[in-house]
């Protein structure tokens, strides 16, 4: 068969799929139902009034569900989804990774009209949501961090003013920005439902993966065991941290330039490919032809990104 003839097939065959993932995709959301009343009246007896509408999507989903929940992953992508405060369900989250580079494939269709853009563009599609979903979970940690000695102040005063440490999550909770203001709401509600400090506590490093926030939560547990001047401790460590701070936004401005040679380096050469591809694709289709010419690209990629990675592991000096 001819990859004239192969073309609109895989096309159709792409945008179908990307069609019916996505609908499915939408109606899950959709149909979610987040009102407090009608998940109370569940437990009440009533609220089956249009249950008969839904019911084979909530059966579809049910099945979804407990199928994800099963695997090992599924606890992993929880995790990740609530450090990048992605408001996502596991089985939502794996249907946008499926959704994605169809939508993409078929895109690339479309503008370049050869079969062979199909593999780069599926590759390029599933990859794309984990870098959206670490740079939020980056960004995320990035901004708690810078708001951790602020919030230590404002514990510090709080128990100083005669609250417990719960009560001063719960107070700081209601002054401080986000991201700090839905941790600190999260750890008081799982007080709340019975888990202890420590617990929520733990509970909340695993979720902003913050070194700073380590050392806080094992100050608070050394404390509970052996007693001492708490606020004394919180006040320390914040002035530790403005400290540490200080250093590490010296150290950025210091080796901003060579950072930004390393993006040069990683997206230059793929951009410029890219265009060259799109005004004449016959010209670079050249170069992926089985023979000696075949290692230009091959090499140029690997170059590509040992010279990125080089350059991020020089100016990643840890503080």
């Not at 008081?188 to 400090?197: A, K, P």
Request: hydrophobic share 50%; aromatic share 6%.
């Amino acid at each position: 068969m001819s990859l004239d003839l192969l073309l609109p097939i895989v096309a159709a065959l792409v945008a179908g799929m990307a069609v019916l993932v996505l609908v499915f995709a939408v109606r899950s959301i959709v149909a979610r139902d987040t009102s407090v009343d009608s998940r109370m009246s569940t437990y009440l007896g009533g609220g089956n009034v249009g249950r008969s509408i839904t019911l084979a999507d909530q059966q579809i989903a049910e099945r979804l569900n407990e199928t994800i929940s099963r695997q090992s992953f599924a606890t992993r992508i929880e995790r990740d989804l609530a450090a990048a405060s992605v408001p996502l369900t596991v089985p939502e989250y794996i249907l946008m990774r499926v959704a994605v580079p169809l939508i993409l494939t078929a895109l690339a269709l479309l503008i370049w009209r050869e079969v062979l853009v199909v593999p780069a563009a599926l590759i390029v599609g599933y990859i794309a949501p984990s870098f959206w979903m670490r740079y939020r979970r980056q960004r995320r940690n990035q901004e708690f961090g810078d708001q951790l000695p602020e919030t230590l102040d404002l514990i510090t005063a709080s128990m100083r003013g005669g609250f417990s440490l719960v009560q001063s999550l719960a107070n700081v909770a209601s002054d401080t920005q986000e991201p700090t203001r839905t941790e600190l709401r999260r750890v008081f509600q799982e007080v709340q439902l019975g888990l202890s400090v420590t617990q929520a506590l733990d509970n909340l490093v695993q979720r902003m993966e913050s070194a700073d926030l380590d050392l806080v939560v094992t100050a608070i547990k050394i404390h509970a065991r052996v007693g001492g001047n708490l606020g004394q401790i919180l006040e320390n460590i914040s002035t530790t941290m403005r400290e540490r701070a200080k250093l590490r936004r010296e150290v950025r401005v210091i080796t901003s330039m060579q950072r930004i040679s390393s993006y040069v380096i990683g997206i230059l050469p793929f951009a410029l490919a890219l265009i060259i591809f799109t005004i004449n694709p016959a010209y670079m289709m050249r170069l992926f032809e089985p023979g000696l010419l075949l290692c230009i690209p091959i090499g140029a990629f690997i170059s590509s990104v040992a010279g990125f990675i080089v350059i991020q592991r020089i100016v990643d000096v840890r503080i």
